[in-house]
């Protein structure tokens, strides 16, 4: 054989400016990052290849993908999986988990306020044009009273380290953010891959998530009753996150449903079609955008929704997660003013920091951003999936030039953030472990009480140097461990 | 938990396309075979091919003639058609992988190469040689794909739309193929280049469906119209024949809810299928008979679509 065993040397990993995960300087593991990096360094590149192979296996024979649009057809992946862990410490995690769901109370707060007498722009702690110029408010959720006053029941946050050892919140997913059944699966990949690790550790298991969503989808139903019929909607088999929707049915034991198998009837509740007959509906957990879901309320063409159902929703009729309208808070520079949503409305200090974002719209940031495109992350204020993102440092003159333009020709749809460098942890490229970029985005729900995984979906940008850790632009993804400290 | 219309729809239809697949495959195999024992007749054997499938109206307006090439080009590589083989295996495949959930995953796996192969070899077969070869490949898919239907799948509503499928499929193919008999039996729409081969075209018929053994078996003396048409028409223990898809149709009719419709058609068509006399009706009237069975066959796919899929009343 020409790879012979060609064991891992910590002192050998490569440093790079970021901070790293799991190895300290010197190659010193961090704890409790002690047992994985000793065990590790017992396997040659040969057996790490063997275990690849086997997760990779794994994925095929559990059939866990993700659809990606290309060349006009649509195309089923296998989920890209690293097979090495991304751990963190218990301490830290508690500290997270309060911050979240501080985060997530806010929010909803927030957004119930919008909708009804709007305290927090005649307190002027946020400026109402900011909100209303973004173009998530929807006059057609004015109003509404949804149960316990939540809104956005599941949000996915995107956390990222920086150089200095804080998680900073990127971000906050309010609209339909996916992932968390990747989170459960990397968990039992791990499983197969390294059942010895899991023994040696003691480590906080996330298959709990698919029981919480339904006690908090279960806690909005508007009949009270034992067994509240819970529906997910689904965009269809073509959506990219298709296999999510089925797995998390699948797991709550709840149908999976598309817009036409579901209609409202003359009493303004809504219904699916079984060969039972009419089965009427409580809840419906949407992974459809609001602009789809009734095409009587918003989009007329939209084959995908129900129509009537705003109606529904409306007269309290069914429940809907998230609640239609949530996307007014899921904003990038609404996301700037989280920390003082949560001193206005809370009266708490903000556990968790924001990463410093500047406005565009604001002339005298403006000013600096447009000085400093060379140091700063740009971002359009409107977009998901890290599409139409200039990270300054990298780009090319060219780049550069564009994105000013875009600037000066639309400043309400542009922030800029300094560059977080983004941690690294160990990722198995070829047969060498190389320091791959890391983010995390865990899943916090809210409904009668609140909930947050342990850890949650960590994504790791699979080409050496480069922070772009979304899956359906070649990133792949860690199980995440929770261990205590 | 209540199983949603549309999956259910589209599990009935699933069926239907790969039942048709199989049956066509075979179709087109007996022909071929056959044409080499009567050369004479050869264009309009491959003529009734096409009116067994009932693409008479759609191949003529492509086609001026009924030819060997042209018909197999058609029957089994044609995807703008419904009537070929690769059309249904390409809907079968469309209708499984929105159902994936509730089929066993070998079954979808099954389908889902199927229709990918067939994509791929389809336009080599349609030369004689190698032909047989693959319409033998795709039987003998469809016919592992029903047996792990049938050894893995709970008989609960998903496996009794399947089942639905199945049955109405096969009892409107049977009822298609005994047709096409007709122009043998002389009923009035006799081909004299056909009707010097009578006994061979009647095995011909038989071996179509399967049924050449399990007619050897049950029926004695040779092979004539009224005694084919008897086995076709009203044997219930041969899964082909008429009474015997209509006995499952009423067994599964029997377990779903809210039947009252259906199975009340359905009946009505047991007696009348049993009450048939085959002897008389080759005499004359068999086509008139079968073309009012087709209809009520028709019928009976629209009540179970109203009844399930479409949830009037």
Same mark, same amino acid.
């Given at each position: 054989m020409a790879q012979t065993a060609l064991h891992i040397d910590w002192r050998a990993y490569p440093r790079t400016a970021a901070l790293d995960e799991l190895v300290g300087p010197g190659g010193r593991a961090r704890p409790p990052a002690g047992a994985l990096l000793n065990f590790l360094k017992r396997l040659d590149g040969a057996e790490l290849h063997n275990r690849r192979k086997a997760a990779e296996q794994a994925v095929r024979a559990l059939g866990i993908t993700f659809t990606v649009y290309s060349d006009g057809a649509n195309i089923d992946r296998q989920w890209p999986f690293d097979i090495i862990p991304r751990i963190l410490r218990a301490s830290e995690w508690r500290k997270v988990e309060a911050g979240l769901a501080q985060r997530l109370r806010a929010l909803n707060c927030f957004i119930d306020d919008v909708y009804h007498r709007q305290h927090i722009f005649r307190d002027r702690v946020i400026p109402a044009e900011v909100v209303m110029a973004a173009g998530n408010y929807r006059d057609a959720c004015a109003g509404v009273r949804p149960a316990?006053?939540?809104?956005?029941?599941?949000?996915?946050?995107? *956390?990222?380290?920086?150089?200095? @050892?804080?998680?900073?919140?990127?971000?906050?997913?309010?609209? =339909?953010?996916?992932?968390?059944?990747? %989170?459960?699966?990397?968990?039992?990949?791990?499983?197969?891959?390294?059942?010895?690790?899991?023994?040696?550790?003691?480590?906080?298991?996330? @298959?709990?998530?698919?029981?919480?969503?339904?006690?908090?989808?279960?806690?909005?139903?508007?009949?009270?009753?034992?067994?509240?019929?819970?529906?997910?909607?689904?965009?269809?088999?073509?959506?990219?996150?298709?296999?999510?929707?089925?797995? *998390?049915?699948?797991? /709550? @034991?709840?149908?999976?449903?598309?817009? @036409?198998?579901?209609?409202?009837?003359?009493?303004?509740?809504?219904? /699916?079609?079984?060969?039972?007959?009419?089965?009427?509906?409580?809840?419906?957990?949407?992974?459809?955008?609001?602009?789809?879901?009734?095409?009587?309320?918003?989009?007329?063409?939209?084959?995908?929704? =129900?129509?009537?159902? %705003?109606?529904?929703?409306?007269?309290?009729?069914?429940?809907i997660a998230n609640a239609p309208g949530t996307g007014v808070a899921d904003d990038k520079v609404v996301y700037a003013y989280v920390p003082d949503m949560i001193r206005y409305y809370l009266s708490e200090e903000p556990l968790l920091p924001n990463v410093p974002t500047y406005f565009c719209h604001d002339p005298l940031q403006r000013q600096h951003v447009l000085q400093n495109l060379d140091k700063l992350v740009v971002k359009p204020t409107n977009e998901s999936g890290g599409y139409g993102i200039l990270i300054g440092p990298t780009a090319s003159r060219a780049a550069r030039a564009a994105c000013a333009e875009a600037i000066r020709a639309n400043p309400r749809g542009h922030v800029a953030q300094p560059v977080v460098s983004l941690s690294t942890a160990p990722t198995l490229l070829g047969r060498e472990l190389v320091p791959c970029h890391v983010d995390l985005r865990p899943f916090c729900l809210q409904g009668a009480s609140s909930y947050v995984t342990a850890g949650g979906l960590t994504r790791v940008a699979m080409r050496k140097g480069s922070l772009v850790v979304n899956s359906s632009q070649g990133g792949g993804s860690k199980d995440t461990w929770v261990v205590a400290d | 938990m209540a199983m949603l219309s549309r999956v259910a729809e589209r599990l009935y239809w699933l069926a239907r396309y790969v039942e048709r697949a199989e049956n066509t495959a075979r179709l087109v195999g007996v022909n071929a075979q056959l044409l080499l024992d009567m050369p004479e007749a050869v264009n309009a054997l491959w003529e009734s091919l096409i009116e067994i499938l009932g693409a008479h109206e759609d191949f003529f307006a492509q086609h001026g003639k009924a030819t060997e090439r042209s018909v197999v080009r058609y029957v089994l590589a044609d995807q703008t058609t419904q009537a070929s083989i690769a059309s249904a295996l390409r809907l079968a495949r469309e209708n499984a992988r929105t159902v994936r959930e509730v089929l066993p995953s070998e079954a979808w796996e099954l389908i889902n190469q199927l229709q990918m192969e067939v994509q791929e070899t389809a336009e080599h077969a349609l030369a004689r040689r190698g032909r047989q070869a693959f319409l033998d490949r795709v039987v003998q898919q469809c016919q592992q794909f029903s047996g792990m239907i049938m050894t893995t799948m709970s008989r609960r509503e998903p496996f009794h739309f399947v089942n639905l499928g199945w049955a109405v499929e096969r009892a409107d193919m049977t009822s298609r193929i005994l047709d096409v008999g007709c122009t043998y039996a002389g009923g009035g729409r006799g081909n004299h280049a056909l009707l010097d081969h009578e006994s061979v075209l009647w095995m011909n018929v038989l071996l179509s469906l399967s049924a050449y053994q399990m007619y050897r078996q049950q029926m004695r003396g040779r092979v004539e119209g009224r005694s084919v048409v008897g086995f076709l028409l009203q044997d219930t223990a041969f899964p082909h024949a008429i009474a015997c898809c209509l006995d499952t149709l009423e067994a599964t009719l029997g377990a779903l809810p809210r039947n009252g419709a259906p199975l009340r058609l359905n009946r009505a068509l047991v007696k009348q299928v049993a009450g048939a006399d085959p002897s008389a009706l080759v005499a004359s009237g068999l086509h008139e008979f079968l073309d009012q069975l087709q209809g009520e066959l028709g019928r009976l796919h629209g009540l179970i679509q109203s009844t399930w899929f479409r949830l009037a009343g």
């Open positions: 316990h006053g939540v809104w956005a029941h599941i949000c996915g946050s995107d *956390l990222v380290r920086d150089s200095d @050892g804080q998680l900073y919140v990127l971000e906050d997913n309010l609209r =339909v953010p996916s992932g968390v059944s990747y %989170m459960i699966e990397n968990r039992r990949l791990t499983k197969r891959v390294f059942p010895e690790l899991l023994e040696a550790y003691q480590v906080t298991p996330v @298959g709990e998530y698919p029981a919480q969503l339904f006690d908090t989808l279960a806690s909005i139903s508007p009949r009270r009753s034992e067994t509240p019929e819970i529906v997910v909607l689904t965009p269809g088999i073509y959506n990219s996150a298709y296999f999510e929707h089925a797995f *998390l049915a699948q797991q /709550m @034991g709840a149908e999976l449903v598309e817009g @036409g198998d579901l209609e409202v009837g003359d009493d303004d509740c809504v219904y /699916m079609r079984t060969v039972r007959g009419l089965v009427r509906v409580d809840v419906i957990y949407r992974r459809v955008d609001d602009a789809f879901l009734d095409p009587e309320c918003f989009r007329k063409d939209s084959l995908l929704g =129900v129509p009537g159902l %705003m109606r529904a929703w409306r007269l309290g009729k069914v429940a | -």
